[in-house]
């Protein structure tokens, strides 16, 4: 009954209700894979401590053990990417949920390094689906005014995710108990498999096939009927002018400008080396003198920091915007690492000193969870046209687990290459630069519909070449 009360009658408050929780439901059981996600790739650091004189792993093949998932998460985004615009969202998370569940299986069952490895490669596979999908699916369900907090559930359920495997680990860490640390991951897949059993397809992608009745009974669960209307008409506006696109269109002009945006947010996520921090934080602290299980929960705190600054941050972007929260968390992040970076040339790493190198992580992770971790998954929900935002998507996701794959290659070696202190500098000058380009580039896109963010983007690539036209552009010297 109270569906079919007229909009005007509603009170502000009934509305906010009414458009938060249909889509909260769907959007939590989606960011499972977010969880998953976060488990499996956060679960290797402490898992590792024990894996290591198990299977007597050298450094090298730690490092292919940690980096075998993310070249699955990349196979995992290139397949998933065509895949997303051709089957629908619901179905490609619902694939990367049993691959999740057996990978677990597998993983935490394996008599061998080699099996381990190859089991991850596939849980890889799921992770890179679903860092794809999720945030897509999440995007196209939401009402505008929302959007943002909504599509940041990817993120908060991530950090979620390293937190509880950070747990696991140091509950397990007396017994060694690995296997469970990483079978354990295998509860939440089938939580999301029968989950996403009873969710609708995303409304974007049903109108894209023509299918406007479904899709306007999706929408109307979280919006009122005239901002239906309102949404459908501009989506289909929009997909009459980008009936035409296709894969070979994502590097022209007019879409270069998204790309681009893309590209650059999810580069600067890795290469300020936030991965470096998430895998090999407890090997880099006992390497420093702490024990084990000191160092695991000493991690566990910066997983906590990590979920408590991305649960304010999910609360704020929507309030704040986008441009002030990356650029400001993305400034503290390159301070930080440049202390870091001091702290490694002192003479000791014990006592105070280990203390402050606990502190600095902490808000590392701190500025990184406010900033970029949002903005990978945020800024590459919004900023493409519907008709192929899978496969545009594809190109930040690619270059995050791409980056990702060869920084959790290189760590270890890297540190004995240029020690921990250049390492860290390293980092920073990446993140100097990325800082620069998204100050120049990225728009703020707080409040705006998708298609009004897509076509401001599509106005700035045609109107940039009539400002600075060829001629008038000084010659080099």
Request: include cysteine; hydrophobic fraction near 50%.
């Amino acid at each position: 009954m109270s569906d079919n009360v007229p909009a005007q009658s509603t009170s502000g408050a009934e509305a906010h209700a009414r458009s938060v929780w249909p889509i909260l439901g769907p959007a939590l059981i989606a960011a499972i894979g977010g969880f998953l996600f976060g488990y499996d790739t956060g679960v290797i650091s402490t898992a590792l401590l024990y894996l290591a004189p198990a299977f007597h792993l050298s450094d090298a093949l730690q490092q292919v053990v940690v980096a075998s998932l993310l070249l699955g998460a990349i196979v995992g985004v290139l397949t998933a990417g065509p895949l997303v615009d051709w089957i629908g969202r619901r179905r490609m998370m619902m694939i990367a949920a049993v691959v999740f569940g057996a990978g677990a299986l597998v993983s935490g069952f394996t008599p061998n390094s080699t099996i381990l490895i190859v089991a991850r490669f596939f849980l890889g596979i799921a992770i890179g689906t679903a860092s794809l999908v999720v945030p897509t699916y999440i995007a196209e369900m939401a009402p505008k005014a929302i959007r943002g907090r909504l599509v940041s559930l990817q993120q908060l359920m991530i950090t979620v995710g390293i937190l509880v495997s950070y747990m696991v680990g140091y509950a397990f860490a007396d017994s060694k108990g690995w296997r469970w640390m990483l079978g354990l991951a295998v509860v939440p897949s089938v939580v999301m498999l029968i989950g996403l059993l009873g969710l609708a397809e995303s409304p974007r992608w049903l109108l894209a096939r023509g299918r406007e009745a479904e899709a306007r009974q999706i929408m109307l669960r979280s919006r009122s009927a005239g901002e239906t209307d309102e949404e459908i008409a501009e989506i289909q506006a929009l997909a009459e002018a980008e009936s035409h696109l296709t894969s070979r269109d994502l590097l022209t002009p007019t879409l270069r400008p998204a790309i681009l945006l893309g590209v650059a947010v999810a580069a600067t996520n890795q290469l300020v080396g936030v991965n470096a921090i998430i895998y090999y934080t407890p090997t880099l602290l006992t390497r420093s003198g702490f024990g084990a299980s000191a160092a695991i929960l000493s991690t566990v705190g910066i997983g906590l920091v990590n979920v408590i600054v991305t649960f304010t941050a999910l609360a704020l972007v929507d309030r704040l915007g986008r441009r002030p929260l990356l650029l400001g968390g993305t400034a503290l992040v390159v301070l930080d690492l440049i202390f870091l970076g001091a702290l490694y040339l002192l003479p000791s790493q014990g006592g105070v000193v280990g203390l402050l190198t606990v502190l600095a992580l902490c808000i590392y992770i701190a500025g990184f969870a406010a900033s970029l971790g949002l903005g990978i998954w945020l800024i590459n929900s919004e900023i493409f046209p519907t008709a192929v935002r899978g496969k545009a998507a594809g190109f930040g996701t690619v270059t995050h687990w791409g980056l990702d794959f060869l920084i959790s290659l290189t760590v270890l070696t890297m540190i004995t290459l240029l020690t921990a202190t250049g390492l860290f500098w390293l980092y920073a000058v990446f993140g100097i630069l990325g800082f620069i380009y998204l100050y120049r580039r990225m728009p703020e896109t707080k409040g705006r519909s998708l298609e009004d963010i897509e076509s401001s983007l599509r106005r700035r690539a045609d109107v940039q070449p009539k400002t600075t036209p060829p001629t008038t552009r000084p010659r080099p010297v």
